[in-house]
T-cell receptor
Framework: AQSVTQLGSHVSVSEGALVLLRCNYS??????LFWYVQYPNQGLQLLLK??????LVKGINGFEAEFKKSETSFHLTKPSAHMSDAAEYFC???????????FGTGTSLTVIP | EPEVTQTPSHQVTQMGQEVILRCVPI?????FYWYRQILGQKVEFLVS????????KSEIFDDQFSVERPDGSNFTLKIRSTKLEDSAMYFC??????????FGPGTRLTVL
């Protein structure tokens, strides 16, 4: 069975600082991994995904994530935070042949001016 | 850019009433999903639908829930007799393959 753990339900960073949002997964088969962002009162927007190609995945808005099989991690980073990055971020995992996504509990990112 | 749409954006209903949440998936997508997010909690999978039948469902998706693709464009979630604990944001998603899902903006269901 798959599961996702997001360490840190709330993360605060200063504008211009590095953003690091942590995601660890468990999966009995090679996983597909995703990061979604949710702005207030909006739906889930796909930031990036890993589907067994390059382990360093670049997404929208300057975000990237690195798949590390040995650490079962897929942490999301951005070199320099913008005020507009303030949102809820969800990591999700699915099997490469399965249907459902398993979401983490989310990390709320606050960017301090 | 194609997107998944959902209506209504907010639905208020009385306990015990039936509700139908509507979704229009992206037109060339083949897989359809419903998820829910109770306030402050994680997004939870409800059901997936492919080739006009349910392909997978979670424990949450009991006999009170049903899904339908009535006309080739809409994808609906029906809750027959709503309970207070059904209050949540309901997200529809669709995908071409199993590798990526595109989510709609959600319908906030409030059961009074």
């Amino acid at each position: 069975a798959q599961s996702v753990t997001q360490l840190g339900s709330h993360v605060s960073v200063s504008e211009g600082a590095l953003v690091l949002l942590r995601c660890n997964y468990s999966s009995s088969v090679p996983p597909y991994l995703f990061w979604y962002v949710q702005y207030p009162n909006q739906g889930l927007q796909l930031l990036l995904k890993y589907t067994s190609a390059a382990t360093l995945v670049k997404g929208i808005n300057g975000f990237e994530a690195e798949f590390k099989k040995s650490e079962t991690s897929f942490h999301l980073t951005k070199p320099s935070a913008h005020m507009s990055d303030a949102a809820e971020y969800f990591c999700a995992v699915s099997e490469n042949t399965g249907n459902q996504f398993y979401f983490g509990t989310g990390t709320s990112l606050t960017v301090i001016p | 850019e194609p997107e998944v749409t959902q209506t209504p954006s907010h639905q208020v209903t009385q306990m015990g009433q039936e509700v139908i949440l509507r979704c229009v998936p992206i037109s060339n997508h083949l897989y359809f999903y419903w998820y829910r997010q109770i306030l402050g909690q994680k997004v939870e999978f409800l059901v997936s639908f492919y080739n006009n039948e349910i392909s997978e469902k979670s424990e949450i998706f009991d006999d009170q829930f049903s899904v339908e693709r009535p006309d080739g464009s809409n994808f609906t979630l029906k809750i027959r007799s709503t309970k207070l604990e059904d209050s949540a944001m309901y997200f529809c998603a669709s995908s071409v393959t199993l590798a990526s899902q595109f989510f709609g903006p959600g319908t906030r269901l409030t059961v009074l």
